[in-house]
DNA sequence: CAAATATATGAATATATGTTCATATATTAT
DNA sequence: ATAATATATGAACATATATTCATATATTTG
């Protein structure tokens, strides 16, 4: 199923399709619907503070789950709770190391993503 | 304030903090707590399908609120209050054409993050 | 000016989500 | 094996948010 619906007019304007090639083309080029709900999912993921200030820290160095809650001021709980929603967005990965598990980014597409959107909100 | 408390610990773990030249130094280098607060929500103007859905089609084609509402499959209404958020983040812009008010991306920056969100989607 | 069209918006509702609390699991030290 | 430490997790709660419905505002047309 395309995430775009049938060119065909059923609800709102009565006007025709202002922009209707472009609407074709948008139709053609459509992104897989799931493609779209993963884009979103991974914008989630960096869409709490909290979870910024994690992955900003493990940006600049891995770290086991107490010392990123002492840093970041946040509880044990619920830095554990955020680090597994990381995980499951693949954005970090975690090795055990003794009592520790020790938490850093998974690639270098979650700097990349960071650093753009701290230009963007630098630069408005 | 910093976004990162002092490194005294006074919480959870009892071993000294694992990596403190990298705790230190993210103290320095830490951007400020409302930086963090706008990045977090630039993300979440991306973190919802609809949105998505949107600026994807803005980001092929300027359109008006009822063509975006036909094409992407919502309300009216509910198009209109996305709008409203994307236009209060600044990522998208409008200008009246008669009865139709027209929306577009407002630079380029917003293609920069979806493609790069895309790229990272696409290659897990 | 009145009717039609396009868009915006407040209120209500349903759902999602972040944090806390209590507790479970896993590893290390004694 | 037992205690101590580090981490994970389920349940409950509070808050945020996406959509719908009804209606208001703004522009154009007759």
Redesign the pocket.
Not at 12 to 15: F, G, L
Not at 98 to 101: A, C, H, K, M
């Given at each position: 199923m395309s995430p775009i619906k049938k060119v065909n007019k059923v609800t709102?304007?009565?006007?025709p399709l202002a922009h209707q090639k472009a609407a074709d083309t948008l139709k053609q080029n459509a992104p897989k619907e799931e493609e779209l709900y993963d884009l979103a999912d991974l914008f989630?993921a960096f869409?709490?503070s909290?979870r910024i200030k994690i992955l900003w820290a493990l940006s600049a160095s891995e770290f086991?789950?107490?010392d990123l809650a002492d840093a970041l001021g946040?509880?044990?709980?619920?830095v554990?709770?955020?680090?597994?929603?990381l995980k499951q967005s693949r954005l970090i990965k975690?090795r055990?190391e003794?009592?520790?598990?020790i938490y850093s980014l998974a690639d270098e597409h979650v700097k990349k993503v960071f650093s753009l959107g701290l230009e963007h909100v630098r630069e408005i």
């Open positions: 709102a304007c009565a006007h989630k869409a709490d909290s086991c789950v107490c946040m509880t044990q709980s619920a554990s709770h955020q680090l597994r929603l975690s055990r003794g009592q520790s598990i």
